[in-house]
């Protein structure tokens, strides 16, 4: 490994310059995405793979975990570049880490950031500590997607239908719509609609597209939501549980949208749903209007962003919210 051999890079645009420079001459590339992955960091590994691929390099994407790739995300692997964690190999020539906030994002696959010859994180989550030999890591990006489109521009590689589509995905995802872009995301994103993107098409199976069940399931989930006004500092905490039946029934596409429903409360400005991976064990997702959520996620083990972050807990429900509650309440 050559973790040692490169100091690591401060600005962006130096970070860029360096992983081009590593890219134009791999022969052998190895892309992942942190687990449970979503448009964000599997657009960015297959854009970049793609590209790769296309230009004769051997290339692979894969993540931890789960087993499949969420169901609305697979048409994006237009080349079949998608391998189980256990076909990654052990020694990879070069890893490039796509969207992964912390070295745990990984899943089992962080074993393999130790024994890479080379790596390079791209990545925009201001609670990234940093990690790999080459870091293009950017806070003001509004997703990982812009940093891997500006990669693209430096290496001099043609956006086609195919790497314009893994790049709206994230895009669009990752901006809520482009609420969070900045006018060089939409000019982005217009000339990712010049190279073909099919917005409707992508969007439709991501957050557009639930089984009749779902109405159900989703009515009884928002039915059990709790609002706590004192919370959060006086500014407002809400709630939801998705137990582990609906969790095992309905896919990510479904329960992922629960907390943008949860989110339009007006009465708060931060919102939580628990999701129950485990008897005793919940992935949380945070948003908030004003409330710095990723900071009180990284002070409980997780991270994100200030609007939008998560952190897996373990506990009850009550328990769980007794300490995103603790957390979310400003110190003094
Ligand atoms: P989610 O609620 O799953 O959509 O996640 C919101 C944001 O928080 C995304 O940017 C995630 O990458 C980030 N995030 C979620 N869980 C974690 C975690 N355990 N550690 C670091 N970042 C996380
Ligand atoms: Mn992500
Ligand atoms: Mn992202």
Known sequence: MTATARPPSTDVASAVSAAAA????????????????DADSLGSALALGTVLSRRGARVRVSFAAPAHAPESLR?????????????????????????????ERLGSLLDRLAAARASVLIDHHASNPGFGDVRILDPAAEATVV???????????????????CLYAGLVTDTVGFRTAGPAAHRMAADLLEAGVDVEAVLRPINGDHPFGWLDALAGVLHGATLDASAAGGRGFVSAVVPVEVMERYRVEEV???VDLLRTTSEADVAAVLKQVGPRRWSVSMRSRTVDVAAAAVGLGGGGHPRAAGVTLDGGPDEVLARLCAALTPAG
């Not at 570049?81 to 070295?103: I, S």
């Not at 940093?147 to 589509?165: Q, Y």
């Open 147 to 165: 940093l891997v489109h500006r990669l693209l521009a430096e290496m001099g590689a043609p956006i086609d239908t195919v790497v314009a589509t």
């Open 256 to 258: 992922d949208g629960v």
């Open 22 to 37: 590593l890219l134009a001459p791999a022969r052998d590339v190895t892309l992942v995405a942190h687990v449970q992955p």
């Open 75 to 103: 048409p994006l692997d237009a080349l079949g570049l998608l391998v189980p964690p256990e076909a990654v190999p052990a020694e990879p020539e070069l890893l490039v880490m796509c969207d992964t906030a912390a070295p």
